[in-house]
């Protein structure tokens, strides 16, 4: 054509699913780690890997930083211990949900493992744990409302503690 050319290909071209665009975000690296410890009784990766829909709020690096940070026995995730980060990485899924940023409303919602969170948009998007932090959810950011096959992918500033 007289603007550009078309090529025909044989099957639909679907973006990839919410591992893989963690798999290939540096931003994510540490979440990466965490998900795939293979300490875990949970295969993390297949279930975040599954139909869906979910919506993650995940963790920059520096969040986990944080985590590792707040306690002195801990160097890196191998020292954190396998249940508590199997219960820290569940409280940052929504299942059944596939909310973009814009879609948020205020109120609770149940994360994977079956704990709570509050939605609080009077300061900007944030996230109240039931340990009461209040977690900014960075919106503008490069990996923010990234969209997956199966879900939606929001970062983070900080680790979720149930």
Same mark, same amino acid.
């Given at each position: 054509?007289?603007? /550009?050319?078309?090529?025909?290909?044989? %099957?639909?071209?679907?973006?990839?699913?919410?591992?893989?665009?963690?798999?290939?975000?540096?931003?994510? #690296?540490?979440?990466?780690?965490?998900?795939?410890?293979?300490?875990?009784?949970?295969?993390? *990766?297949?279930?975040? #890997?599954?139909? /869906?829909?979910?919506?993650?709020?995940?963790?920059?690096? &520096?969040?986990?930083?944080?985590?590792?940070? #707040?306690?002195?026995?801990?160097? $890196?995730?191998?020292?954190?211990?396998? &249940?508590?980060?199997?219960?820290?990485?569940?409280?940052?899924? *929504?299942?059944?949900?596939? *909310?973009?940023?814009?879609?948020? %409303?205020?109120? #609770?919602?149940? %994360?994977?493992?079956?704990?709570?969170?509050?939605?609080?948009? $009077?300061?900007?998007?944030?996230?109240?744990? $039931? $340990?009461?932090? %209040?977690?900014?959810?960075?919106?503008?950011?490069?990996?923010?409302?990234?969209? /997956?096959?199966?879900?939606?992918?929001? &970062?983070?500033?900080?680790?979720?503690?149930?």
């Amino acid at each position: 054509g007289s603007n /550009g050319i078309v090529h025909i290909v044989d %099957m639909v071209m679907l973006p990839p699913n919410i591992v893989t665009l963690a798999l290939n975000n540096n931003g994510f #690296s540490s979440l990466v780690a965490a998900l795939t410890d293979t300490r875990h009784t949970t295969d993390f *990766v297949a279930a975040l #890997s599954d139909v /869906g829909p979910f919506t993650v709020f995940a963790p920059t690096n &520096a969040a986990f930083q944080d985590l590792l940070d #707040s306690d002195p026995n801990w160097n $890196s995730l191998a020292d954190v211990p396998i &249940a508590t980060l199997d219960a820290v990485l569940k409280y940052h899924v *929504v299942a059944n949900a596939n *909310v973009q940023a814009d879609q948020l %409303m205020a109120g #609770s919602i149940t %994360m994977l493992g079956g704990g709570m969170v509050t939605v609080d948009l $009077s300061n900007g998007a944030q996230l109240n744990t $039931s $340990s009461n932090q %209040m977690v900014n959810i960075i919106v503008g950011a490069a990996t923010n409302d990234v969209q /997956g096959t199966n879900g939606v992918v929001h &970062a983070i500033d900080a680790v979720l503690l149930p």
